[in-house]
C-alpha cells in the first residue's frame, strides 16, 4: 500500500511541472487558435462569428490542397528518403576514432546553418544564370535537361525538395547513433558469434532493439515535414503562383501578410488535424512490431 | 562487461582484407559526403568578407579583397554582443528545464503503468503538431496578461514547453530499450525512485539527453518567430534577431547578413562539437558501469 | 569517471540556473520599479514608445536613427522606448500585437491600405491639430502627400519618403553601342526586346520573386496605360467597374507579350529584387523597371561608372490607351502612425516627435542620402548619384498614378501578385481577372 502511494506520488510529482508548463503554453493557444477559425477577423478591431465557413472554406481552397500535396512529397521524402539515409550513416558512423567524429559532425553542419544561408547556397546552385547545376550540365554535355530549376511548376518543388531532405539528415543520424549506443552489446555480440550475417544481424537484432527510437524519429519526420516552412519560405517563398506553397507558409500568408487572422488560424487547425491522421496512421502500421 | 568489451575488438577477423577494401570505398565515400556538407559553412565565411557587388556576381568565388571590416560593422550595426549574452542566457535555461522536466516526464511515462498514460503521451504528440506562427497571437495575449512579456521568461518558457515532446519521445524511447533488471535490482537495495532517477536513469540517457540537447540548442539559438514577437526591449533581443536587420524589404544588404551569421555560428558549433561528445562518451561510459 | 562528468554538469547547469535566475529577476523587477518612479517624481516628464524599421546599414536607416538620438538629446524631459525591428519581421509584429491591442504610442506605418486598416481597427488617431499648427511645414509637400494617409478626411501620418514604383531604367552604354534610344511607345519597347536578344544582352531584368515587384512596378503603370487612372479607381471601389473588363484584360495581355517575347531573363520568378538590381547594375540586362528605392540599393552597391551609365524614363505609351503616358505609378513613404490611446502631454510630446522625423530639415537630409522625398527641397546635386539626380529631374515632370497594391486591399493584392506570376509563366489572362475579381468581390462583400 505504501509502496503504490509512493509510486503514485513520483508518478504525479514527475508528470506535472512538464505537463503544467506545457499544458499553458501549447495546449492552451492549440485550441484558443482553433477557436479563431470560427471568427471572420482581420487581426484588428472586432471579430465576426461565422461558425464553420473559415474551415468550410479551407476544405474547398485549391491552393490548400497545392500545399498539402506538396506537404505529402515532403513527407514521402522524408520518410522513405531521410530516414533510411539517416540510418544507414548511422550505422557506418558509430565509433569514436577521428575520423568518425570529424564525419559525424560535418554532416551535422547544415543543421547549425540558419535556413537563411542554406536557401540562398542552393538558390544559387539552381540560379539559371550562373548556377552550378547548370553550369555542371553545359559541361557534361547534358544541356537538355538544364531547367530553371525554382521557377518550372513540373520540377520546382522536387528541387526544393533535395536541399530538405539533405538539411535535415543530421538530427536523425544523431538520435539513431544515441540509440545505437544503448542497444547490448553482449546480444550484439552473441548474434556475431553465431555467424550470424551482417544484414540479417540488421534486420533481427539491431532494428528490432532500437524499433522504439525509429517510431519516434517517424513521428518527427511526419511533423517535421507538415511543418516544413524556413527553407521554402527562403528558396521561394511558396511561389511562383503557389506552385510551391506548403501548407505553413500558406498559414503564415494568410495571417500576416494577407490579414485573413481566422482563416490563418482554421489552416492551422486543419494541418494538425492532417498530421494526426498521418502520424496515428503510421504508427498503426508500425505496430506489426518486429518484436 | 570489461572482458566483452575487448573482446568485441577482436571479433571482425574473418574476411579481414574484404572488409578493409569495402571500409576503404566507405570512409572515401563518407569523406566527399562530409566535404559537400561543410562546403556551405566555407561559403558563408567567404561571403562574409567580399563586397555586395562581388557576393553577387561570383557567388562561389574568393572575395578578391578580403573586406574584413564587415564583421566590425556587422557587429556594431546589429548589436550582436548584447545578443550574444542574452542568447546564451534564454538557451541555457531553456535547455536545463526542457532536460530537467524532460526526462523526468520520460522516466514515468516508460516506465511506470497508470491510467490516463495513452492520453498523455497523446497530449504531448499534439504539440510536435502545431506550426509555431500560428501560436503567436494567443501567447502573446497570454503572456501579457501574466506580465511576462519584455522578461528572458517570455522566451524560456514557451521555448522550453515547444522542445519537450521531443524531448520526451526521443529520452523515452530511450530508456525503454534499457533492462529493467538494472532497476529492479537498484529498488531492492532500497534506492528511491527519485535515487534511481538522479543515480542511475539520467546518466545512463547521456546519450540521448544530449541528442535532446543538440537539437534544443539549435531552436531556442535560431528562433526568430517568438524571439521577434515577445521581446521588445532592445536590451533582452536574441541572436536571430540581429541577423535579420540587413534586409529591408526593398533590398538585401548581403555581405552584413553573412558577416552577422559567420559570428553567430561560432558557438553553435562549438556546442555541437561538445556534445557530440557526451553522445560517444554516454556509450562507454555507460558499458562499463552496467 | 563518468561520475565526476555528471556532476560537473549537473553542477555547471544549477550554478547557471541560479546565477541567471537571480540576475533575471532583478531585471525583471526592476523594470516596471523604475518606470513607476519616474513617473512619480517629475510629473513634467513624459514616456512615448516608438517603433520603427530602420535597423540596416543603409543611409537612410543611419540619418533616420541619428534624427532620433538628436532628439533625445534636444527633449531631456521626453523618455524614448525606441525599438528597432528587423523588417522582415515588423508588420508580422505589428499585427500580432494589434491583435492584442497592445499597439507602441508610435509607429512607422504604410500609406494606403495599411493606414485604413488600422483606422478601421480604431486603434489611431488623426494628426490635423499638428499639421494645421505648423502650416508653412504642411504647405511644403508635394501635392497629394496626404491622400494615402487621410481617411475620411481626416489625416493620420506624414510621408518621410517618396517611392515611386515604376521607373524605366536603362543603360545608356549599351543602348549607345546599339545605336538605339529610350522607347516612346510599345512597338519602340518590343523593337528594343528584339534588338538586345539578337545581341544575347537581356533586354529588361526582372526579379520577381517576392511577387509585388511585377505588380507595383510594371503593372501599376502599364495597366494605367491602357486603362486610364479613372478605371482603376472605379474599380478598386467596385463602382463601374470590373477586373474582368476588356481593358483590364488587354493590360494583362501586354504584360504577356513581355515574357512571351522573352524579354526578361530566364527564371525571373525565382530571383529577387536586389539580385535584379545587380544584374542591371552590371550591365546583364540594358534595362530593368524598377522603384525609386532601387536609387538607394544602387548608390551603396553599384560603382560609379555603372551608376554614370544609368539613365531613367517612364514606361512607353500604349496605342489607344486611355491613360496619360507621361505618368508613373508611385506612392508617398512611410510616415508615422500614432496610437489612439496617446493623450495630453504625451500627445504634445508625440506631435513634436513626428514633426522632428518629417521636417524639412530631415527630408532634406534623407534626400541627400539618395532616397526621395514628397517634400519640397532643393535638390544639391553634388551630394547624390547621377541617378539619382535624373530621376528626381524626372518626378517634376510627370504625374502620379495610383499603385495597385497601396489600392487594393492586401487579400487581393495577394492574388494579383501570384495571378501575375502565374500569367508571366503563359496563364490565361482572362482566368487570371476572372480569380482577381472574384476576390475583389469577396473583399467588397466582407467590408460592406
Known sequence: ?291 | MEQILTKNKNIPKLQDKKLKWSQGIINIGLTLYALVTLYPLFWLFTSALKTNEEFDSRPFGLPEVWQWENLKRAWDVSAMGTSLINSTIVTIISLVLTLLLGALAAYVLARFQFRFKAFIMGLFLLGMLIPIHSTLVPLFIMMNKVNLLDTYWALILPYTAFELPLAIFVTAAFLIAIPKEIEEAALIDGTGYWGIFFRMMLPLSLPALSTVAILGFLRFWNDFAFALIFISKPALKTVPLSLSVFATGYATDYKLTMAAMTIAVVPTIIVFLMFQEQIMKGMTAGAVKG | MKKTLTFAIMTAFIVSIIGCSSGNKEEASGKPAASGATETKAPEKVKLSLWHNYTGDDLRAQTMRATLEQFQKDNPNIELDVQGIPPDGYRARLKTVAAANEMPDLFVMWPGVMTREFVGGELLQPINELLDSKPEWKEGFLPNSFTEFTVDEKTYGAPMALSPTSILYYNKTIFDEHNVQPPKTWDDLMNLVDTFKKAKITPIALGNKAAWVAQSSILSSLADRVTGTEWFLKAAAGDGAKFTDPEFVEALKHLQQLSDAKAFQDGFNSIDNTQMEQMFAQGKAAMMIDGGWALTNLAANASPEALAAMRATVLPSIPGGKGNPDSLSGVVGTGLGLSKKVEGARKDAAFKLIYAMANPEVQKKTLEGNQLVSYKVELDTSKVTPIFAEVYKLLGTVTTTPVYDGRLSSAVADVVNNGLQELLMGGNPEAIAKKIQAAHEKELAGSK
Request: aromatic share 14%.
Open chain 1, 1 to 291: 500500500m505504501t509502496t503504490s502511494t509512493r509510486i503514485k506520488g513520483f508518478i504525479l510529482i514527475g508528470l506535472l511541472p512538464a505537463l503544467l508548463l506545457y499544458s499553458f503554453f501549447v495546449i492552451v493557444p492549440i485550441f484558443w487558435s482553433a477557436y479563431y477559425g470560427f471568427f471572420d477577423w482581420k487581426g484588428l478591431g472586432s471579430a465576426k462569428f461565422i461558425g464553420l465557413t473559415n474551415y468550410v472554406e479551407v476544405f474547398n481552397d485549391p491552393i490548400f490542397w497545392t500545399g498539402f500535396k506538396n506537404n505529402m512529397l515532403i513527407v514521402a521524402a522524408s520518410v522513405f528518403g531521410q530516414v533510411p539515409i539517416a540510418m544507414i550513416l548511422a550505422l557506418l558512423l558509430t565509433r569514436a576514432s577521428l575520423f568518425q567524429r570529424m564525419i559525424r559532425a560535418s554532416i551535422f553542419m547544415p543543421m547549425v546553418l540558419s535556413s537563411v544561408v542554406v536557401g540562398i547556397i542552393w538558390g544559387y546552385i539552381y540560379h539559371p544564370q550562373i548556377g552550378v547545376l547548370n553550369f555542371v550540365l553545359d559541361a557534361t554535355g547534358l544541356e537538355m535537361i538544364k531547367k530553371v530549376w525554382l521557377s518550372d511548376p513540373s520540377v520546382s518543388m522536387y528541387a526544393i525538395m533535395v536541399p530538405i531532405i539533405w538539411n535535415y539528415i543530421g538530427p536523425y543520424m544523431i538520435i539513431f547513433i544515441a540509440a545505437l549506443q544503448n542497444t547490448s552489446p553482449e546480444i550484439n555480440d552473441a548474434a556475431s558469434l553465431d555467424g550470424v550475417g551482417p544484414v540479417r544481424k540488421l534486420f533481427q537484432v539491431t532494428l528490432p532493439m532500437i524499433w522504439d527510437t525509429i517510431k519516434v524519429v517517424i513521428v518527427l519526420c511526419i511533423s517535421g515535414s507538415l511543418k516544413a516552412f524556413d527553407l521554402i519560405y527562403v528558396m521561394t517563398g511558396g511561389g511562383p503562383a503557389h506552385t510551391t506553397e506548403v501548407l505553413a507558409s500558406y498559414m503564415y500568408n494568410s495571417t500576416f501578410n494577407v490579414y485573413r487572422f481566422g482563416y490563418g488560424s482554421a489552416i492551422s487547425t486543419a494541418i494538425i488535424i492532417l498530421s494526426l491522421i498521418l502520424i496515428l496512421g503510421s504508427q498503426y502500421l508500425m505496430k506489426r512490431d518486429y518484436r
